[in-house]
């Protein structure tokens, strides 16, 4: 126990409080760091044209991939349920995805992607549909990112089917004798019986948005390397256009590329703000949706 | 649509015995067909980018530019050209170190804050199981920068160690499971193990590590997985120094590198997707079981 009080301290607690002290300094990791009040602050409200752009970026993601994500991962649960045949099998090829890792993952989807010579778009052709430039333009980046996502749903998909499988028998079979039909019965027996997954899945998908940081890192500076040969390696993060400029890849930008070292941690401040925020609004207003067997007692 | 098709079988199947007429049948028969090719076609979507990878991989570098499916001859000699190209052994020595020696030390350290936290009664403990929640759902953005300066400081910016140290002190996520698990243990055995005379160290290298398996083998595989496709800790920590690279980093890398060989950078790509592949074949089981315990309620 106690060598993890000392970790925790040393690793979490120390740089947690270091990192509010920082915000309100100027330092470059060289000369020591310098008071500046709520320089950072000011800068980042009221000049910083990245700012609003990366918020704008990251909330996308939790607004809309996180749904999706979470909507997805139930239907593929959903379907895997249903079926008699081979479910070791297609519950393996779901998972695999999930378990490549994420370079890897984001590599192959730049290149199937690849507006000139990638299969999809060479099979949209086929169908007489122009595909977009995904990676390269800056409205498709964040839906390839999203595709990317969607891909690796495995272990979302993989709690789902076993809080389905769960759902006692019983309360299908009292909802079929007062006539509830297929729509109503997922909607009264299995959505109720899963909400405390459906909750768990979007906190974690909340969490793992606010964080994304390799794909976007990865998919950039490869599509941007391929846009142009020259590739200036400074100002690819965010290719094409600000567009995947996610609010952890300027932090990373700001901190360990231009080293603005106070900066980075007045922005690390605002995430941990927000980050809180948004996980307690989750866990507080699931209370109304969530329903716990045996919870109301 | 898909949502009132699928709810249907929800419903509890009726007993093969009764006589269904023929209809019905037939209706039943073709209403799983077409469950099993939705099935059958999202498999066939989840597997393509796969299948589309290796193919690229086998490729020369101009099939690989042009829209063709097919290799066409299979260039096989991509595969040890990628290795002369990056030094991807030198990589992989550095991941298998920097993932073997963090899963080991999360082991040795979160195994006892677990059992601390799951099976021993003392003030506090509600306190600290709080702190690891929340040392878990924070973003690893938010503590960066100190971390940073710390090690920097240090002079160990550049090596593996800012990444291993400090999973020897313990892995939120890891403790949060193992204690999720730990409680499932039911409390007669480890009463019956005090009244033997057990001291709580040896009811935990014992009765509870023993019981615990397959909680214990799934946190080490997710440890192994995530030090593994690691990339952000690398990049920031080791990116500097080429010889202390990890498989990620240098595989995104080495797309920079190589502009236009998607052959090759598809080779390097199922190099690094291949082990974790293998992996899971070996303990498939374990990482079901695990994945689903991580959504367990209390």
């Given at each position: ?50 700012i609003w752009p990366s918020v704008y970026n990251t ?196 901190g360990f590329r231009f080293f603005n070292m106070g ?35 | ?159 593996l160690a800012p990444l291993i140290v400090p999973n ?131």
């Open positions: 126990m106690s060598p993890w009080i000392v970790g925790f301290g040393v690793f979490f607690g120390y740089p947690l409080v270091t990192t509010v002290y920082l915000s309100f300094t100027h330092y470059d990791l060289l000369e020591p760091s310098r008071w500046i009040g709520t320089a950072n602050y000011k800068y980042l409200f009221t000049q910083d044209t990245q909330l996308w993601l939790v607004a809309i991939m996180v749904p999706l994500k979470v909507m997805f991962a139930f239907g593929v649960a959903l379907m895997l349920l249903r079926a008699r045949r081979g479910v070791g099998v297609f519950r393996t090829i779901f998972y695999l995805p999930a378990l490549a890792p994420p370079v890897a993952a984001t590599l192959g989807f730049v290149y199937i992607l690849n507006p000139a010579t990638g299969p999809v778009n060479g099979a949209l052709g086929l169908v007489g549909i122009e595909g977009p430039l995904w990676f390269s333009d800056p409205t498709w980046a964040k839906p390839s990112i999203t595709l990317l996502m969607l891909w690796g749903v495995g272990n979302t998909m993989i709690i789902f089917l076993a809080a389905l499988v769960d759902v006692p028998r019983h309360l299908y079979e009292s909802a079929s004798l007062d006539g509830a039909g297929p729509f109503q019965r997922l909607r009264w027996v299995t959505l109720p019986s899963i909400s405390p997954v459906i909750l768990f899945a979007a906190v974690i998908g909340t969490i793992e948005a606010l964080q994304l940081f390799t794909q976007a890192y990865v998919g950039s500076t490869i599509a941007a390397g391929s846009a142009s040969s020259a590739g200036d390696p400074s100002n690819d993060l965010g290719f094409p256009e600000d567009s995947t400029l996610f609010y952890p890849v300027l932090l990373y930008q700001q900066y980075a941690a007045a922005m690390a401040v605002l995430l941990l703000i927000v980050s809180f925020a948004i996980t307690m609004i989750i866990v507080r207003n699931s209370r109304r949706w969530v329903h716990y067997a045996g919870a109301g007692r | 649509m898909a949502a009132t098709e699928t709810a249907a079988t929800l419903a509890p199947t009726p007993p093969r015995r009764r006589v269904v007429p023929a209809a019905v049948r037939r209706r039943r028969f073709l209403v799983g067909v077409a469950e099993h090719s939705l099935l059958i076609v999202a498999a066939i979507a989840f597997l393509a980018p796969f299948v589309f990878m290796a193919l690229t991989s086998l490729m020369t570098t101009d099939q690989a530019l042009s829209p063709k499916l097919w290799p066409e001859p299979f260039r096989w000699s991509n595969y040890t050209n990628v290795f002369e190209q990056a030094p991807l052994l030198r990589y992989a020595l550095n991941t298998l170190i920097y993932s073997s020696l963090a899963t080991l030390g999360m082991l040795v350290s979160s195994i006892p804050v677990a059992y601390a936290l799951a099976i021993l009664r003392w003030r506090g403990r509600d306190l600290v199981f709080l702190l690891v929640l929340v040392a878990m759902m924070l973003p690893p953005q938010v503590t960066i920068v100190p971390l940073y300066v710390l090690w920097a400081k240090l002079n160990l910016v550049g090596t020897w002190f313990g892995d939120a996520f890891s403790i949060f499971l193992l204690r999720q698990f730990f409680l499932t243990i039911p409390q007669p055995y480890i009463d019956s193990a005090r009244v033997d005379g057990c001291g709580e160290f040896r009811i935990m290298t014992t009765v509870v590590l023993r019981l615990a398996k397959p909680a214990i083998a799934a946190v080490a595989l997710f440890m192994f997985l995530l030090t593994f496709s690691d990339f952000f800790g690398p990049l920031l920590y080791a990116g500097d120094e080429q010889s202390n690279w990890t498989l990620s980093l240098g595989l995104a890398q080495f797309r920079v590198l190589h502009q236009v060989q998607w052959n090759l950078t598809m080779a390097a790509t199922i190099i690094v997707i291949l082990p974790v592949v293998v992996l899971f074949f070996f303990a498939q089981k374990a990482f079901v079981e695990g994945v689903t315990l991580t959504g367990v309620k209390e």
